[in-house]
């Protein structure tokens, strides 16, 4: 079995769990976390096969390190995202502070969220060489704003189930503002170091496979827009619509048209 069907193996995995969750499906109650490590497992494979092992790798250690080492800040002084604390209900966690299976996380969304910012950024896909500094800086801030739209929906719908607790009363469902700056913040150090890393680009030997990278986000997405709904959200369900699914409609016409040629 080629690496390329593990990871849509995977990837179909996370689907069937994520819509299971969403809707209280027929497999019953699945811990959040489980779910996590198949979208986990789905990114890293295709980030495998898109960045080659080692680039894999950097981006795996980069963000698993800076996100780690940003939240953890965060819970212990309330800096980066606002005064805040985790509960029992994600495990086990890092000097007590925050659940291994965040920093997870992270990449599980943040992988996706940077194959839709390059594809919005560059002039095409990136075919080999280096890029000028000012858009490898671009794909770092747009790539943040991708994945911290995730965040908008994400971060109320967690607070209510019992994940994580703010201790401050913020404007947005309870959340400050300066949580979504500090998600920027910590997804725009993580790629640009990652950037400054990699230096040049891989020439995909399918760009359509980057798709499945798109989907991964819609699932995602979807997810807590449908979750959202039927739990009688609306509202949240609304916002969740304009934030995520745009992103995910520009990258996928942009992959298109260069397919097309």
């Known amino acids: 079995m080629t690496i390329r069907?593990?990871?849509?193996?995977?990837?179909?995995?996370?689907?069937?769990?994520?819509?299971?969750?969403?809707?209280?499906?027929?497999?019953?109650?699945?811990?959040?976390?489980v779910t996590t490590l198949f979208g986990f497992a789905f990114a890293a494979l295709h980030a495998w096969q898109r960045e080659g092992w080692k680039g894999a790798l950097a981006m795996l250690a980069l963000v698993f390190v800076v996100s780690l080492l940003?939240?953890?800040?965060?819970?212990?002084?309330?800096?980066?995202?606002?005064?805040?604390?985790?509960?029992?209900k994600l495990g086990p966690k890092f000097l007590d502070l925050v659940p291994y299976?965040?920093?997870i996380a992270w990449f599980m969304v943040s992988y996706p969220s940077f194959v839709i910012a390059e594809w919005l950024v560059?002039?095409?896909?990136?075919?080999?060489?280096?890029?000028?500094?000012?858009?490898?800086?671009?794909?770092?801030?747009?790539?943040?704003?991708?994945?911290t739209a995730w965040d908008v929906i994400m971060d109320p719908i967690m607070v209510s189930g019992g994940h994580w607790v703010w201790d401050v009363a913020g404007p947005y469902y309870g959340i400050p503002l300066q949580n979504f700056w500090g998600w920027w913040l910590t997804v725009f150090t993580s790629y640009?170091?990652?950037?400054?890393?990699?230096?040049?680009?891989?020439?995909?030997?399918?760009?359509?496979?980057?798709?499945?990278?798109?989907v991964s986000y819609?699932?995602?997405?979807?997810?807590?827009i449908i979750g959202s709904f039927i739990n009688g959200a609306g509202d949240l369900a609304l916002i969740g619509f304009f934030v995520m699914l745009p992103w995910f409609l520009m990258g996928w016409l942009?992959?298109?048209r260069q397919v097309e040629e």
């Open 5 to 33: 069907r593990v990871s849509l193996i995977l990837l179909g995995i996370y689907a069937v769990l994520t819509l299971n969750a969403v809707t209280g499906g027929p497999l019953g109650n699945i811990p959040t976390p």
């Open 70 to 88: 940003f939240e953890s800040v965060g819970v212990a002084t309330g800096l980066v995202y606002g005064p805040y604390h985790y509960t029992e």
């Open 101 to 103: 299976i965040i920093p």
């Open 122 to 147: 560059l002039p095409g896909r990136p075919t080999g060489g280096s890029p000028r500094w000012p858009q490898l800086l671009l794909v770092a801030a747009i790539g943040g704003l991708v994945m």
């Open 192 to 214: 640009a170091l990652y950037l400054l890393v990699r230096r040049a680009f891989r020439a995909p030997a399918d760009i359509r496979f980057d798709r499945a990278a798109l």
């Open 218 to 224: 819609l699932i995602t997405a979807l997810g807590m």
């Open 254 to 256: 942009k992959i298109s």
